[in-house]
């Protein structure tokens, strides 16, 4: 196999080491055969007294700022994050809502808090709602979760107030910040859809043309709405002056939000689910978040010696084993997982070791079983579910059409079954055509035994022409990884739905398109007064000898799933850095696709083997943000060392107090 590696720096404290790396890097490549630091140069970075990894260096440098001031992991995670929604306004905001996992050191707790939307009370007003047509409209926003959840987590586990950390979001915001490559060309690619709210247009366009890069870009309004959450806390978005523009905004464009559904509005604070893999500790998001196919992917796979096998760059026998597992618990996923508040979800058996060592023993590791993706079966594992539990009665028709998967933007119609109405070019953004970074090793033919077609709202496939591209789906979404000093963790992923959410602005807030990730067909994630809709988001925090060892997320809508447990073997089984998990090439398969995705690295005898095992492969030249912009930290067993970095698949940084 040709490895392609390129030069790597370690940072330290902010300075680059004086020596490059590469010798270590071909000697790792030599031992373990991955196409390690493949296309782009990766950054590991290392503090001595904290770390924060996000998708701007704005919002690294809010959390630095946070942390140099004395405030923990949570404090920073806040500021970032608040920071993040203004200078990546594509991605995430106090429109939309998210997810974080918080370990505290001092007494080895861990906790989740779930700020993700739910729809409004009056929903059932909305009367022939279509996903893809109501996407950039008012009738997609779902009851915003960001600043509640925030909120949240600083009152419980923060150290310092809100109006103190909330300060270089409104730094931002007021003072404006240059627009990087990913922003502009993002601006640029979804002008015309930008165009259509008059107050959004007034953000990112100027004179009906898109800001370009390098442009200063200022929100005042979004830094008088900061300003009254600083002043008013909560109070200061979900009641008062705020809350009436934003009600009034959405009425305007036909939404049903009402002031009762912000005032009634909170997050929830619960237990993350845990489990194990090897001799680490996984915890992960509980439902109707995504940690729970995290967790039995992992179990999934450690019943195999996958460090034996060898690394899934060089190995076809490795990345056929992760393949045929992201298609179950996919199906798993789709069939079974919703919020739980509203339907019987056998959290627990699907988490068990005892249902994923059946699911193991279902692979056959020697061809694509069954041969079509489509045809894979959930599994039961309410029958591993702890007894005891109380379990509300499960309406008929709970179990789910094909197709429906729902997640973070994945959804309408499209050539070969993934759900996105538009194709994405290599930063995401909407082009109507598909990416030239993608190809197809089968000249476009489907998995095997299936004609492929444009999948109706009900998941059946209608006809459609063969020579029809792929649309490829965005990696919206945003997430941060931070430590402090202590030795706190927070993981952290947020979202607006798809990139720049339903387009709607009031306020200065850029709304989400959540009710989007609602499914169409099936009870377990059908759209329902106050339901939370499932979502992909995982952030991770991993465990060993008791203590944090990996802070691990990703955006990407349905491949944070497959990215997070991708980066999870390169880190445990295989020893990464995370430099080297996060340049590592990457891949994605589910049950509703009808081809495995790969990046460029997996090189030519890997896939020539996948395709004789039956697999239809498409092929994305280089690395790809269609893979996600994971950020990871790993704090070193041994020498306690925490070093970090960011994806570049992303304009993500780095950096400590």
């Keep these: 196999m040709r490895a392609i590696l390129s030069r790597a720096r370690i940072v330290v404290r902010g300075r680059a080491s004086a020596a490059p790396a590469l010798f270590l890097l071909v000697l790792i490549g030599l031992v373990l055969a991955p196409s390690l630091l493949y296309g782009q140069e990766a950054e590991l970075v290392c503090g001595d007294r904290g770390l924060a990894v996000t998708s701007h260096p704005r919002a690294t440098e809010a959390a630095a700022e946070i942390l140099r001031m004395g405030g923990n992991a949570v404090d920073a995670a806040v500021a970032a994050a608040f920071a993040l929604g203004v200078v990546e306004p594509d991605a ?78 409104i730094r931002c915001a007021r003072d404006g910040f240059a627009l990087d490559e990913t922003l502009g060309s993002l601006i640029l690619d979804n002008s015309e859809m930008l165009g259509k709210n008059e107050a959004t247009a007034a953000v990112f366009l100027e004179n009906g043309f898109p800001r370009m890069v390098g442009d200063t870009l200022k929100q005042p309004e979004l830094a008088n709405t900061l300003a009254e959450i600083a002043n008013r806390g909560t109070a200061g978005f979900y009641e008062g002056p705020v809350a009436k523009m934003l009600v009034d905004g959405i009425a305007a464009g036909g939404g049903v939000l009402t002031l009762e559904d912000l005032r009634d509005y909170r ?69 079974l997982v919703g919020d739980p508040g509203f339907s019987y979800i056998p ?37 591993f579910d702890k007894e005891g539990a109380e379990r509300p009665r499960v309406a008929k028709g709970q179990r789910e059409k094909p197709g429906d998967i729902g997640d973070d933007g994945d959804f309408g119609k499209s050539r070969y079954g993934t ?84 387009t709607q602005t009031v306020a200065g807030v850029l709304m989400n398109c959540g009710m989007t990730n609602f499914s169409a067909t099936g009870k377990v994630n059908s759209v329902e007064p106050e339901k939370r809709p499932r979502s992909s ?116 940084t780095a950096g400590g107090d």
């Excluded at 699907?350 to 699911?359: D, F, P, V």
């Excluded at 082009?431 to 998995?447: E, F, N, Q, V």
């Excluded at 994605?588 to 690295?601: N, Q």
């Design 267 to 335: 997050a929830v604070l619960a237990e993350p689910l845990r489990g194990t893999y090897r001799d680490c500790e996984i915890i992960s998001a509980n439902v109707p978040l995504a940690g729970g196919s995290v967790i039995e992917a992992m179990n999934i796979l450690e019943n195999a010696d996958l460090r034996s096998m060898g690394h899934y760059t060089a190995s076809a026998a490795t990345l056929h084993l992760i393949a045929e597992t992201l298609r179950r618990i996919y199906a798993d996923r789709t069939a």
């Design 92 to 169: 995430s905001g106090l429109g939309g809502g998210g997810g974080m996992v918080i370990y505290l050191r001092k007494d080895d707790s861990a906790h989740f808090i779930d700020y993700y939307g739910k729809a409004p009370k009056r929903v059932g007003e909305l009367k022939n709602s279509d996903r893809a047509s109501d996407r950039h409209t008012a009738r997609s926003i779902l009851v915003p979760g960001t600043v509640a959840g925030l909120a949240l987590a600083l009152e419980r586990f923060g150290s310092l107030p809100l109006a103190t950390v909330i300060q270089p979001a």
């Design 419 to 502: 759900w996105a109405e538009d194709a994405f070019d290599s930063f995401g953004a909407s082009t109507g055509k598909p990416s030239a970074r993608a190809r197809d090793t089968t000249a476009a033919k489907p998995a095997k035994g299936r004609r492929a077609g444009n999948r109706g709202a009900d998941g059946d496939s209608t006809h459609s022409r063969d020579d029809d591209p792929e649309p490829l789906e965005a990696a919206h979404t945003t997430h941060l990884s931070i430590v402090d000093a202590a030795g706190n963790a927070v993981s952290l992923t947020q979202t607006l739905g798809t990139f720049f959410g339903s």
């Design 537 to 652: 988001i995982s952030p991770t925090i991993v465990l060993k000898n008791g203590v944090p060892f990996l802070v691990v997320g990703t955006p990407g809508a349905s491949r944070i799933t497959s990215t997070t447990v991708e980066l999870l073997v390169n880190l445990i089984d295989f020893d990464m850095d995370a430099a080297e998990a996060n340049s590592a090439p990457r891949f994605y398969c589910s049950k509703y696709e009808d081809f495995l995705h790969l990046e460029g690295g997996i090189g030519e005898p890997v896939r020539e083997k996948l395709e004789k095992m039956g697999h239809s492969l498409r092929v994305h030249d280089g690395i790809d943000l269609y893979f996600g912009g994971a950020h990871i930290i790993r704090i070193d067993p041994k020498s306690g060392a925490v070093c970090g970095a960011a994806d570049p698949r992303r304009s993500g």
């Design 347 to 383: 959290i627990n058996g699907i988490i068990s070791k005892a249902y994923a060592a059946g699911r193991f023993y279902d692979i056959d590791q020697s061809k694509v079983s069954p041969p079509r993706y489509r045809d894979t079966q959930a599994g039961n594992p309410a029958r």
